[in-house]
């Protein structure tokens, strides 16, 4: 071949190939433009819904994760088939046997089906929000997110579970309503509970004025138990949503100095030591 040709040759493919690298970036550019100017629309939107509707904060955020996850699928999916159009790729052969792939993996996406019909149903019904606190297949922790796959829940330890929706046959969700904060208080046999009752009810007053969290009480129910070596006098309250455990460390923290200024005794264990000396 002679030698001009094969420089023209050369020269050709490597123009081709300069222009399809640069669609690609192009296409790139756009995507990410794309997705960034769509994610803030979204945003926008749903807080705008929140504060016309007066909808509840934890159910914008589940349906704007929803909507944002659903908007990068498509987006990705476009995506995709502007690159293969680049390369002159056509997709109908693919559309043409999307019957027969469908086919052939629908019985492995039996689990996909139903991970998508559950969540459908979980985000219908309402039954779990973000930061919400749930109990989930045996799981217990915070929602960070609620997708039509998977569910994410964060536990107490920082660990994220991703638990499949078909696995979520039950939902025990704490957060909804007043969370119940309860104390319970040991005295010893050796003083009046009466007293320390009265002293008890003092320091949930005292709480009560301080913590705007609290919504009711907290109040001294009464003798909770008669255990081995304690009379058990229980506390109960109700808080906002998960103010529940700071308010009942607030009220043993209290409760605990109170009693000693009283000189009313919380027993604890002791253990006794007898030494049997040995006669010669």
């Known amino acids: 071949m002679p030698e001009f040709l094969q420089e023209g040759l050369l020269a050709d493919f490597v ?7 640069l669609q690609i970036l192009l296409v790139l550019i756009g995507f990410f433009v794309a997705k960034a100017i769509g994610q803030k629309l979204i945003a926008r939107t749903f807080k705008r819904m929140q504060e016309q509707k007066n909808v509840h904060p934890s159910r914008t955020k589940t349906l704007e994760k929803l909507i944002v996850n659903m908007f990068n699928y498509v987006l990705i999916f476009i995506f ?5 159009g680049i390369f002159e790729i056509s997709i109908a052969p693919f559309i043409a046997s999307a019957g027969i792939i469908g ?7 039996q689990g996909l089906v139903s991970d998508i ?7 219908l019904e309402k039954q779990i929000e973000v930061d919400d606190y749930v109990t989930v297949s045996g799981l217990g922790g915070i929602v960070e997110e609620v997708g039509l796959r998977t569910t994410q829940v964060r536990g107490f330890d920082g660990t994220l579970h991703y638990i499949p929706n078909r696995e979520i046959g039950s939902v025990s969700n704490h957060s909804r309503g007043n ?4 104390v319970d208080i ?8 009466a007293e320390a009752i009265r002293v008890l009810q003092d320091v949930c007053d005292q709480v009560a004025a301080e913590e705007e969290a609290i919504q009711e009480g907290p109040d001294v ?14 506390i109960i309250g109700h808080t906002e949503n998960m103010e529940q455990w700071g308010i009942e460390r607030k009220i043993r923290e209290r409760a605990k100095k109170a009693l000693e200024e009283n000189n009313i005794e919380i027993p604890y264990p002791h253990q006794v030591y007898v030494h049997k000396e040995q006669t010669a």
Do not use: N
Not at 103 to 109: D, P
Not at 228 to 234: A, Q
């Open 15 to 21: 123009g081709g190939a300069f222009i399809i690298i």
């Open 103 to 109: 086919l052939a993996v629908g019985f492995g996406a």
């Open 117 to 123: 019909v559950t969540g459908f149903f979980i985000l």
């Open 80 to 84: 995709i088939v502007v690159v293969l």
């Open 221 to 234: 129910v009464g003798v909770q138990s008669l255990g081995d070596s304690e009379v058990t006098i229980r």
């Open 186 to 193: 040991g005295i010893s046999y050796d003083h009046d509970p």
């Open 179 to 182: 969370m119940r904060a309860m």
